[in-house]
């Protein structure tokens, strides 16, 4: 990248036109919402301008500010920005919390000396909205209000004044000056430029959190994981939100977005705004999203491995080609905690997409399978919800998501919503709870289609394959293990208050689905089970499918069984086997000279773990003697065991099996069969 990408002028200042830009609708004159653009403003202004002023002695007309000492070490340590890169003669501070300037006159001041220090963000600036602060240091009260300012120190012509913007300050880059005020009018010093963030260790800020490991995880952490499957295995992703040019980059993404300046002191609204700007849809954002094979023209997604790059991008070129949902929630994580607000990444396995708003996800099955995504990346945003009832106390966890998928009020984006309100199943708050409930708790309606009428009927409605297990990284900068988070977002599977929520809401949005006509279940199920290690590129793996049956009749099952390599949105990409074939099952029964499935599973019910354990099964004419080594079963762990046998007799035989360690000692089970001829 050239240069001119990290100079702050060049990153605020190129920003992508949008066609409503210069549109004032029914007011005077367009809102501000370009942070690029600063009040001008005079360095001599006199009285008969401005209005009126404080009554009483003015300053001598010969006092001048000689130099001011922004304090970088002292204010970037207290304020937590002493990471930010690039940024030499700028001050970073945090709202709602005082930093300290050290002010240098040409003389030595006296009680009647009045100066005050001002800060302006936009244009059009006025106190009402909080684009302007004034904040005075004598007896006259800060004129908006809410800014706080006092002198720490005095000695001769030396003045260290303190400042403490309000909590719900305008995050963004300000414009500072000290005014002095003479005799005939106001003398301003030349300008400086602070960037002013949210807080997060303030409680009076939106986005406080008690706990400081929390804070050095969710805003300080420039490391993180993206996590692709449940066994903990994932891409590491570089944030990168201290690096130099990132925090313009972001405060640019705001102003591309077309939001008013006034209102970027409140956190939903920011990272609302910031949904729809990660994703190109409709904003043209930073991210063009592409789930197909044809990644020309662009950098493939899986060849990301950070934020950085992909900003920085952004301002110099536009938009950046291409992106899936872990890294649109990459740079989403990056723009939050950029500005300072707590947030991480989440994984959901088994996540649904319900585009019609029922809470229901309708799979067809045909011979050619079915779509359902195996796991979706959003993000989680930390803030108080003052906006929600507070009886329900729905602050905390907010869902973010910048991944397209559905519009929200015309944009393509997600939240912020209440995880809480999602496993409480309120669904009636702000922002798109509907939608998150559905990705988490979506019951899926399984449709079989008659070849000959081509009408679908419903066979099977699962109402736990849906968020069965949603995670995140662990608190600590290098610890990169999963963290299942499943039950902020759901009650336990069967528990009393996850039915009541169901039922509540099947009643409202009208989600009871039967099962057939005659109100009966199936009663054969199928199941698959896989081995629990990941399986290298090229080399054999088994999948064992158990049909059961569980009536007391003969049940015959056509089964097509196929295997495709997929993306994780379950898009086809090539097919690995297929396999068409017909089953007799009686009841608890497996037939002679027919290749049957044993598995055995063992419960760890101690505190402790259990190690080098050892199994083995075997039974007569059933099979061999078989044996198996387990390393390791941590406390309340299950392992299962899977061999596969061909019965070489009939009648009633038996199966052995014994599990063996030194801290256990001798567990022996068995289980008599009947072998069919």
């Not at 949008?18 to 001008?40: D, I, T, V, Y």
């Not at 010969?62 to 001050?91: I, P």
């Not at 099952?585 to 049957?596: A, G, Q």
């Not at 099964?617 to 392992?639: D, N, Q, V, W, Y």
Request: a negative charge; proline letters at 5%; glycine letters at 8%.
């Amino acid at each position: 990248f050239q240069s001119t990408e990290l100079n702050p002028a060049f990153i605020m200042s190129h920003s992508v036109q949008q066609p409503w830009k210069n549109f004032s609708g029914r007011l005077k004159s367009p809102l501000p919402c370009s942070n690029a653009e600063h009040q001008e403003l005079l360095e001599f202004e006199s009285f008969g301008t401005m209005g009126p002023m404080p009554r009483g002695a003015f300053t001598d007309a010969n006092l001048s500010c000689v130099s001011m000492d922004l304090m970088q070490n002292e204010n970037l340590r207290d304020h937590n920005t002493n990471l930010y890169a690039g940024m030499k003669d700028t001050l970073i501070i945090r709202r709602g919390q005082e930093f300290k300037i050290t002010l240098h006159f040409n003389q030595p001041i006296t009680p009647n000396d009045k100066f005050q220090m001002e800060f302006y963000i936009g244009t059009n600036c006025c106190v009402t909205n909080g684009t302007k602060n004034i904040v005075s240091f004598d007896s006259t009260s800060s004129r908006s209000g809410k800014w706080t300012g006092q002198i720490i120190q005095k000695e001769g012509d030396i003045c260290v004044v303190g400042i403490t913007p309000s909590p719900s300050t305008i995050v963004g880059k300000h414009k500072m000056n000290l005014a002095i005020i003479g005799n005939r009018g106001v003398n301003r010093s030349p300008s400086i430029y602070l960037y002013i963030l949210f807080n997060a260790w303030v409680p009076e800020d939106e986005v406080f959190m008690t706990d400081e490991a929390d804070r050095q995880e969710y805003v300080m952490n420039e490391k993180g994981c993206m996590y692709q499957d449940d066994s903990g295995s994932g891409k590491l992703w570089l944030f990168g939100q201290f690096e130099q040019g990132v925090l313009d980059a972001c405060i640019r993404i705001l102003d591309d977005s077309q939001m008013p300046i006034k209102s970027r002191g409140n956190v939903f609204h920011v990272s609302r705004n910031g949904s729809s700007m990660i994703n190109f849809q409709r904003n043209r954002g930073v991210l063009v999203g592409n789930w197909s094979k044809d990644f020309s023209n662009g950098k493939a997604p899986t060849l990301w491995i950070g934020s950085v790059q992909i900003l920085l991008e952004y301002v110099s070129k536009g938009p950046v080609k291409y992106a899936q949902c872990w890294v649109f929630a990459g740079v989403f994580n990056t723009f939050l905690r950029c500005l300072g607000i707590p947030a991480r990444v989440i994984t959901n396995f088994n996540s649904a997409h319900d585009s019609n708003g029922n809470i229901v996800t309708d799979l067809i099955f045909t011979l050619n399978g079915t779509r359902l995504e195996n796991y979706h990346c959003w993000n989680e945003a930390y803030m108080s919800r003052p906006d929600l009832p507070a009886a329900h106390n729905l602050g905390g966890w907010q869902v973010v998501d910048a991944t397209p998928q559905e519009t929200s009020d015309g944009y393509y984006r997600c939240g912020p919503c209440s995880v809480k309100a999602v496993k409480e199943g309120l669904l009636s708050h702000q922002y798109d709870s509907i939608f998150v409930f559905a990705e988490v708790n979506s019951k899926v309606n399984m449709h079989k289609i008659d070849p000959k009428t081509g009408k679908s009927e419903i066979f099977k409605v699962d109402t736990e394959y849906v968020g069965r297990k949603i995670i995140t990284k662990s608190i600590g900068e290098n610890n990169y293990d999963p963290v299942d988070i499943t039950e902020t977002y759901k009650y336990p599977k069967g528990s009393k208050e996850k039915q009541e929520i169901m039922q509540r809401l099947e009643q409202t949005y009208g989600t009871v689905s039967e099962m057939q006509d005659d109100g009966e279940e199936p009663n054969v199920e199928m199941t698959l089970e896989r081995s629990v290690h990941p399986v290298r590129l090229g080399d054999a793996f088994q999948v064992t499918v158990v049909f059961q049956n569980r009536s007391q009749e003969t049940r015959t099952i056509q089964a097509y069984m196929v295997g495709s390599v997929v993306y994780y949105t379950n898009i086809h990409t090539a097919k690995v086997n297929e396999l068409d074939i017909e089953i007799t099952l009686k009841p608890m029964e497996s037939e002679m000279n027919r290749v049957t499935f044993v598995t055995v599973q063992f419960t760890n019910p101690f505190t402790f773990a259990l190690h080098d354990v050892n199994m083995a099964m075997t039974g007569p004419r059933i099979m061999s003697h078989r044996k198996k080594t387990f390393s390791l079963i941590e406390p309340g762990a299950t392992i299962s065991w899977t061999e596969s046998c061909t019965p070489t007799l009939s009648g009633e035989n038996m199966l052995y099996a014994v599990l063996d360690c030194p801290k256990l000692g001798n567990v022996r089970g068995n289980w008599i069969i009947s072998i069919q001829p």
